[in-house]
């Protein structure tokens, strides 16, 4: 293989061996490539200056890099805006290892002939990386043959490499499209080691969608940074994307006047929802419920339950439908079935087998420890949450957002969500 570090300032000579100048950078084209191709070579010349000099004069490039044409006849390169010089733009830069889901910094590029034509492979971004550009490699790889060990490389595939540079929007675009097949927890991860600046720009492009799940699973200060920087139109339908109460944890910790027009911007029950949930102390149990769960009339059969929730818009909001809760027409609780016992029951049984006046709940004022416990006590994906003087079911506390002041975060974070996921 050859390394970009090898090839930097080294001579360019030309068909007849004579020196063009020295290699100052290595320019590739079609970045969303695998292998994307060499186009120029940046060559610097102390009597002519710089010029870029197209690869299809290019002859090798290691152990020396030279030409197929005279020196005079050198074809030159015109740039075309599209091109991405690696010692400029990558070498030293931090990527994002989209197969490893890692940040990491850019020690060394590699290079590969195939055919005719050169490419590049991949990103040198191990320590041997470092030590090749100090020149050190050689001693280094001795040292290795002389205690029998092979010197550790740490090279990634260039289809796994997604670029963060905030000023480089062709290659952020090809980016954004590996980085949106990642697990948002791991974007996160990521996220919470970038500059704020950088983390503004590396969002651009994600959907609404998206950058909820993204922001879901971050820090709390990564997630203000990034509400706070986003037009406030986008900002609000993010928001409504978010399962409540994060969005509603989200607009608690920001300044009253920027909370109150989020608020006002986003839709009507979105906005209901989020003025329910900021009533409470954030450690309360009304303060980590979440306002999006199943619930079926109590008057309806079993089949009637199931058609309900193949259509009611409110029931396919819950993408993690564990528990099916009963209400009367006043939102009163009767009672609580899972969902294995609906779809495995007669369809004309009617829910009202399963009231049950004994149903655990916890008042929205009591402490988020208090909902932790019983979670614990009963072995329960969720708890709902009941007005003390309406007695009208508000929604429910789900057992990570229960557990969050017992486990550690990240434990908590390994934890699947039951409510709206």
Same mark, same amino acid.
């Given at each position: 293989?050859?390394?970009?570090?090898?090839?930097?300032?080294?001579?360019?000579?030309?068909?007849?061996?004579?020196?063009?100048?020295?290699?100052?950078?290595?320019?590739?084209?079609?970045?969303?490539?695998?292998?994307?191709?060499?186009?120029?070579?940046?060559?610097?010349?102390?009597?002519?200056?710089?010029?870029?000099?197209?690869?299809?004069?290019?002859?090798?490039?290691?152990?020396?890099?030279?030409?197929?044409?005279?020196?005079?006849?050198?074809?030159?390169?015109?740039?075309?805006?599209?091109?991405?010089?690696?010692?400029?733009?990558?070498?030293?830069?931090?990527?994002?290892?989209?197969?490893?889901?890692?940040?990491?910094?850019?020690?060394?590029?590699?290079?590969?002939?195939?055919?005719?034509?050169?490419?590049?492979?991949?990103?040198?971004?191990?320590?041997?990386?470092?030590?090749?550009?100090?020149?050190?490699?050689?001693?280094?790889?001795?040292?290795?043959?002389?205690?029998?060990?092979?010197?550790?490389?740490?090279?990634?595939?260039?289809?796994?490499?997604?670029? !963060?540079? $905030?000023?480089? #929007?062709? /290659?952020?675009?090809?980016?954004? *499209?590996?980085?949106?097949?990642? @697990?948002? &927890? =791991? %974007?996160?991860?990521?996220?919470?080691?970038?500059?704020?600046?950088?983390?503004?720009?590396?969002?651009?492009?994600?959907?609404?969608?998206?950058?909820?799940?993204?922001?879901?699973?971050?820090?709390?200060?990564?997630?203000?940074?990034? !509400?706070? $920087?986003?037009? #406030?139109? /986008?900002?609000?339908?993010?928001? *409504?994307?978010?399962?409540?109460? @994060?969005? &509603? =944890? %989200?607009?608690?910790?920001?300044?009253?006047?920027?909370?109150?027009?989020?608020?006002?911007?986003?839709?009507?029950?979105?906005?209901?929802?989020?003025?329910?949930?900021?009533?409470?102390?954030?450690?309360?149990?009304?303060?980590?419920?979440?306002?999006?769960?199943?619930?079926?009339?109590?008057?309806?059969?079993?089949?009637?339950?199931?058609?309900?929730?193949?259509?009611?818009?409110?029931?396919?909001?819950?993408?993690?439908?564990?528990?099916?809760?009963?209400?009367?027409?006043?939102?009163?609780?009767?009672?609580?079935?899972?969902?294995?016992?609906?779809?495995?029951?007669?369809?004309?049984?009617?829910?009202?087998?399963?009231?049950?006046?004994?149903?655990?709940?916890?008042?929205?004022?009591?402490?988020?420890?208090?909902?932790?416990?019983?979670?614990?006590?009963?072995?329960?994906?969720?708890?709902?949450?009941?007005?003390?003087?309406?007695?009208?079911?508000?929604?429910?506390?789900?057992?990570?957002?229960?557990?969050?002041?017992?486990?550690?975060?990240?434990?908590?974070?390994?934890?699947?969500?039951?409510?709206?996921?």
């Amino acid at each position: 293989m050859i390394y970009l570090s090898k090839l930097l300032n080294q001579k360019v000579w030309d068909v007849f061996g004579r020196v063009v100048g020295r290699l100052e950078d290595v320019l590739v084209e079609h970045t969303e490539q695998s292998m994307p191709p060499i186009i120029a070579i940046l060559v610097k010349d102390t009597a002519n200056g710089e010029e870029l000099i197209d690869a299809s004069s290019l002859v090798t490039l290691w152990p020396s890099i030279t030409l197929i044409t005279r020196k005079e006849e050198s074809l030159i390169y015109q740039p075309n805006g599209h091109e991405l010089h690696l010692k400029q733009r990558v070498l030293d830069q931090q990527i994002v290892d989209t197969e490893g889901k890692r940040l990491v910094r850019v020690n060394d590029l590699q290079i590969a002939r195939k055919d005719h034509h050169f490419y590049l492979t991949g990103v040198d971004v191990g320590g041997l990386g470092l030590i090749r550009r100090l020149g050190l490699d050689s001693l280094v790889r001795g040292t290795a043959r002389l205690f029998n060990k092979k010197p550790k490389i740490n090279v990634i595939p260039w289809e796994d490499v997604a670029s !963060i540079e $905030h000023d480089d #929007p062709l /290659r952020l675009k090809v980016s954004r *499209e590996r980085l949106v097949k990642m @697990e948002p &927890a =791991d %974007i996160a991860a990521i996220l919470n080691d970038l500059d704020h600046h950088t983390n503004k720009a590396f969002l651009e492009g994600f959907t609404d969608e998206q950058l909820a799940d993204t922001l879901e699973e971050s820090s709390a200060e990564i997630q203000q940074v990034v !509400i706070t $920087h986003l037009e #406030p139109e /986008r900002a609000a339908d993010i928001l *409504e994307e978010m399962e409540p109460d @994060e969005a &509603a =944890d %989200i607009l608690a910790d920001m300044d009253r006047s920027r909370s109150e027009e989020l608020l006002r911007l986003m839709d009507d029950e979105d906005e209901e929802d989020m003025r329910v949930l900021l009533r409470y102390h954030e450690t309360s149990s009304g303060g980590i419920m979440t306002t999006e769960f199943a619930s079926v009339p109590a008057d309806f059969t079993v089949g009637q339950a199931l058609h309900h929730l193949r259509t009611n818009e409110e029931a396919l909001e819950d993408e993690f439908m564990y528990y099916i809760y009963i209400l009367d027409d006043k939102k009163h609780l009767k009672g609580v079935l899972s969902l294995r016992d609906l779809v495995t029951s007669s369809l004309d049984k009617p829910l009202s087998d399963w009231f049950d006046e004994h149903t655990v709940t916890v008042s929205p004022y009591d402490s988020q420890n208090d909902a932790a416990y019983l979670v614990a006590k009963y072995n329960l994906m969720a708890v709902p949450v009941i007005d003390p003087e309406t007695n009208e079911m508000l929604g429910i506390v789900t057992v990570d957002d229960a557990l969050d002041t017992v486990l550690p975060t990240a434990w908590k974070k390994r934890l699947p969500r039951f409510a709206g996921r």
